[in-house]
């Protein structure tokens, strides 16, 4: 698990993996301060410090592979590559939305990309994970659905049966557990009597490891490692990638129950920081590539939100529309 | 037309389904191997194997959610879920997922499951086993409820909930289960959402649903030999609620008694009766009445538990005090 | 002020980290702000100096409000800027709001009366026949209102000369729910002035003299006219009560209370009375009293006044109040006809006056408007030729 010995596979791959995490970084910040100005509004979840878990796991899925995410899932879209328009037009709540406006920060889907949410329910998108894998079984699709989750779900109750009913049937799922040390103001060690998450796996018979979640590269390369042994059909498998989120918890998080020293710690492990000075160290990165990047991220953040600014609202007459399924006889 | 128990309607139902269709599969507690706790999948795990009758561990908000899943995945799960009384377990996922994730995603998605469950009280199991629920799931929209009330209606609904788009909860009332009827198997399908004239009448519109029509069909008779001729009218489906049906019966009689097995406060009965103070108000005679279940947990001991539950007696009277002095 | 927290609306700036000139980049704390949730710091989202501060610490203001200036440096990055601080979400039209509309049409049974409960209740305790009421509810159903309405009109309905018994009784019950319901819901006041009708009295026998006996005018035909003219001057008093205020009416028809043989009242209306010639009102009120006691009145007739005019005179009643007959605001009594003694010119003489009274409904008329009027019927009986 020493990251640091890795070598990036090629130049062309290390920029792509940098690139996408400037996007999410620059994503975050600016929907950030479209919050504060109110063009964002209700819960806004901001995933700065953890882009390397995303953009590292989702190297490791195919686009056939299934996602379930939670209530911080703007990195798993971004990385799935649910355009940021869309995203940012969600968040606005405009009908150009990936859900139409319906659902905002926490809900974003995206079923042709099987993006399946987006869920606000702390543990909620645990057993549709177990189901969509449960249905690829049942018919002989060799892929993986990879669900995210935090340190907070594993003391929920659909943790332990999800594990364990994925376990039982062999189930194709990656559970993927982000433990950035906190749920919501409760740090890890006030709410697991047993702190190594990795090891919840023994009592399911399901393998496991942890994986320094601030280096991308280990992350991939993890992830991968995980993906491919679900895919062959050897049952689920959990992976625990230890990082920290930089901000809140969400946007009314005045973060009195972690001390700023501790915050200030963990930036020095910016993911994005220390993948750019192993890509300058190994001279696969200057500053007119890095000046490229920001600026072509720079861009397509500056147009996703031309494009929610522009999006419209969804007519009040279509309120009840997609309550349920219209059947045409 | 052949005479079965209703739960042999259930269970030709299943069967039919899982032969019909490779998507269709049952898993819920003790579906397999036990054959079902009322006995209802008895021969299924046999006939269709482990991968197809999938007995889960008690985990019914996990096996709930990996139904709408599987649903999402393209399967058409039928998950069961032992009794309502464990199927608060399952809230969340029923709430916050099975009936919400087609609005909240903006209409990317259908989800095609079907879950049954066994409802009611009567069979001296206590307050935590009793419980008639349907009315609380009546309430949410985004998922459908039905209440079957006969063999035929049970194989009917449940044909009907298999072939729709979104989440359909099927109420089992648990005493129901021995009951004969006959049932047609080249049957047209049935519709949700549809009510029943089970006895026509002008008098009194008897309004009611599952475990009850049996004992409002008694009661009818009863009344009848007074020269009463009430109307039973069996709902069949209370979310989506036949509201025409309803309003048509109270045009025709002017008065109406609904019987509920849930509690009478914030009851389906309470639903009702508004809607009939909504649509046919200047059609009423008399006020609506209510037939429920007393405000208690549900007692063990027989005289107790009859004395909560709505009873042949209770109902009698209820339509004699609408009737007032005509009764 | 930034809006930091899901319900936030205002803020409280607790403490500014930097001051005016200092150099600020994209993601430094600039302040420090007290919400509900506790102390927030607050970031900046450009680069550049600041150039002024507007708001002191420990001022209050609402989300939205410029706290400083921030002058941008050249070649920082410019990110695109939102249109406007907060874009309003389009305001609920009244035509998209969802009526809880029941998922059935309210069925309609043929041949079966609308009418509410209450309604019912109190068409039987009115011996009102509900199928003759016109209703004003939900769906044209009949409301208490509307029987209230029924009963008081049936007041005034034609009686046959020959009235069986018990519809005798039901005509007195009608009368007294609906004089019981005057007095309940207006508020009477009441005016009294006496009249010096010498100079009406002495012109009405000069101008009988010229008319054939069939024309001869009676005292009445002057009272109807005097108040109708007063009433032109007083309008307030020839007002409909609708609810909630007076609503006045264009035209003057004087309801005339004349008693029926048996018992019964009806107050038909003299219509135009301001309009007319004192001939015309006199061929009117006949033609009124007859048809009142044979039962031949229209309907239009018993709901067209909008005042009442009562007068007792014949009964040998010197001064009557009367009640108030809603939905009009106010009612006229005239006595009889009496010789007193009256001071002219400081001396005492003998002169026929008459007692004029003013019930009228406190909500649409005050006393002083009421005392105008009476001023103003006895100004006009002093010149009984330009009547």
Request: aromatic share 6%; net charge negative; hydrophobic share 45%.
């Amino acid at each position: 698990m020493a990251g640091a010995d890795l070598p990036p596979a090629d130049r062309e791959h290390a920029l792509e993996l940098l690139y996408q995490m400037l996007l999410i970084r620059r994503f975050e910040e600016k929907s950030a301060e479209l919050y504060t100005l109110g063009k964002i509004r209700g819960f806004l979840h901001l995933y700065i410090g953890e882009e390397a878990v995303a953009v590292g796991a989702m190297q490791a899925l195919t686009m056939d592979d299934g996602i379930v995410a939670t209530y911080r899932e703007h990195g798993q879209a971004l990385a799935r590559g649910i355009p940021a328009g869309p995203l940012m037009a969600e968040m606005y709540g405009k009908a150009n939305g990936c859900s139409r406006g319906r659902g905002g920060s926490m809900h974003f889907f995206d079923v042709a990309r099987r993006f399946y949410g987006g869920h606000a329910i702390v543990g909620g998108g645990l057993p549709v994970a177990v189901g969509l894998a449960l249905a690829d079984r049942m018919q002989g699709r060799p892929r993986v659905t990879a669900c995210f989750f935090g340190d907070g779900a594993v003391a929920e109750g659909e943790f332990h049966e999800s594990l364990n009913l994925a376990a039982l049937w062999r189930l194709p799922v990656l559970f993927l557990c982000e433990n950035n040390l906190y749920a919501m103001g409760t740090a890890l060690e006030r709410h697991q009597a047993q702190p190594d998450l990795r090891l919840k796996a023994q009592g399911y018979a399901l393998p496991s490891e942890a994986v320094d979640g601030m280096d991308v590269l280990a992350v991939e390369e993890a992830t991968r490692r995980a993906a491919g042994a679900v895919r062959l059909g050897g049952g689920p498998f959990l992976l625990e990638l230890r990082t920290y989120r930089f901000r809140a918890h969400s946007m009314a998080d005045p973060e009195l129950y972690r001390a700023k020293e501790e915050v200030e710690q963990w930036k020095s492990r910016d993911p994005i920081s220390l993948f750019t000075g192993r890509l300058r160290s190994q001279r696969l990165l200057d500053d007119a590539d890095l000046g490229a990047i920001e600026a072509r991220v720079a861009g397509q953040v500056d147009e996703a939100v031309r494009f929610a600014e522009a999006g419209p609202w969804e007519p009040l007459e279509d309120l009840t529309r997609d309550v349920y399924t219209p059947v045409h006889r | 037309m052949i005479k079965m128990t209703y739960r042999e309607a259930v269970r030709s139902a299943l069967r039919e389904a899982l032969r019909g269709d490779p998507r269709v599969f049952l898993m819920g507690e003790d579906v397999g191997r036990y054959g079902g706790c009322f006995k209802v999948s008895h021969g299924l795990l046999e006939e269709f194997g482990p991968e197809r009758v999938r007995d889960t561990p008690l985990s019914e908000s996990t096996f709930l959610g990996a139904g709408i899943g599987a649903a999402l995945g393209g399967m058409r799960p039928i998950v069961e879920i032992m009794t309502v009384n464990f199927s608060l377990l399952a809230m969340d996922q029923i709430v916050n997922n099975a009936a919400t994730l087609r609005h909240m995603s903006g209409g990317q998605l259908s989800i095609p499951l079907v879950v049954r469950m066994a409802t009611g009280g009567g069979r001296q199991v206590a307050a935590q086993h009793s419980h008639s629920l349907e009315g609380w799931y009546a309430h949410i929209p985004g998922i459908k409820v039905v209440a079957p009330a006969t063999p035929a209606d049970a194989r009917g609904l449940l044909q009907a909930a298999l072939r729709d788009p979104d989440p359909v909860f099927v109420f089992e009332h648990s005493a129901l289960y021995g009951v004969d009827g006959e049932v047609d198997e080249g049957a047209a399908p049935e519709e949700i959402g549809r009510a029943l004239i089970r006895r026509p009448g002008d008098a009194v519109s008897l309004i009611t649903y599952g475990g009850c029509v049996g004992k409002a069909l008694q009661a009818a008779d009863q009344l009848a030999a007074d020269g009463i001729a009430v109307e039973v009218l069996d709902l069949r489906s209370l979310r989506p609620l036949d509201t025409p049906a309803v309003l048509a019966s109270v045009a025709k009689t002017h008065r109406a008694v609904i019987v509920d097995e849930g509690w009478r406060t914030c009851s389906f009965a309470a639903e009702v009766s508004a809607q009939i103070m909504e649509g046919a108000f200047y059609s009423l005679d008399a006020p609506v009445g209510r037939v429920c279940s007393a405000e208690v947990p549900m007692p063990y001991a027989k005289h107790m538990e009859d004395a909560a539950l709505p009873q042949v007696a209770g109902i009698v009277g209820a339509v004699r005090e609408t009737l007032g002095s005509h009764g | 002020m930034p809006i930091l927290t899901v319900d936030m609306t205002a803020g409280t700036l607790t403490a500014w980290r930097k001051r005016v000139g200092d150099a600020i980049m994209r993601g430094d704390i600039i302040a420090e702000v007290e919400t509900d949730k506790g102390l927030i710091d607050v970031e900046v989202f450009t680069t550049g100096v600041i150039e002024s501060i507007l708001v002191q610490a420990g001022e209050t203001v609402p989300t939205g409000t410029v706290l400083a200036i921030i002058r941008e440096e050249a070649g920082a990055p410019v990110s695109v800027a939102p249109s406007a601080p907060v874009e309003p979400i389009p305001a609920v039209p009244p035509a998209a709001r969802l009526a809880p509309a029941p998922a059935g049409a309210i069925t309609e049974v043929p041949g079966r009366l609308r009418i509410s409960p209450l309604a019912r209740k109190m068409a039987a305790e009115l011996c009102v026949d509900p199928a003759s009421v016109r209703g004003t509810g939900p769906g044209g159903s009949v409301t208490r209102e509307d029987v209230e309405r029924a009963a008081a009109a049936r007041l005034q309905a034609p009686a046959r000369p020959v009235e069986p018994p018990d519809r005798q009784a039901r005509m007195r019950q009608l009368i007294g729910a609906a004089m019981a319901r005057s007095k309940r819901e207006i508020p009477h006041y009441y005016l009294g002035t006496t009249i010096d009708m010498f100079r009406a009295m002495t012109w009405l026998a000069e101008e009988n003299l010229k008319r054939p006996v069939t024309e001869r005018l009676l005292p009445g035909a002057l009272l109807m006219k005097a108040t109708a003219l007063a009433l032109r001057e007083v309008p307030e008093l020839n007002a409909m009560w609708r609810g909630t205020e007076a609503v006045p009416s264009p035209a003057i028809h004087i309801g005339v209370a004349i008693s029926l043989r048996g018992g019964g009242l009806v107050a038909p209306a003299l219509h135009d009375a301001d309009r007319r010639s004192l001939g015309d009102l006199m061929t009117g009120l006949r033609d009124l009293v007859r048809r009142a006691r044979s039962g031949g009145l229209r309907s239009s007739e018993l709901s067209d006044p909008t005042v009442t005019v009562t007068s007792l005179g014949e009964q040998g009643v010197e001064t009557v109040f009367g009640i108030i007959y809603p939905p009009q605001v106010a009612i006229v009594g005239f006595g009889k006809v009496v010789e007193r003694p009256w001071v002219v010119e400081g001396r005492i003489v003998a002169r026929p006056v008459l007692a004029a009274t003013l019930s009228a409904d406190h909500r649409a008329s005050d006393g002083h408007r009421g005392g105008l009027f009476l001023a103003a019927v006895d100004r006009l009986l002093q010149e009984p030729g330009r009547l």
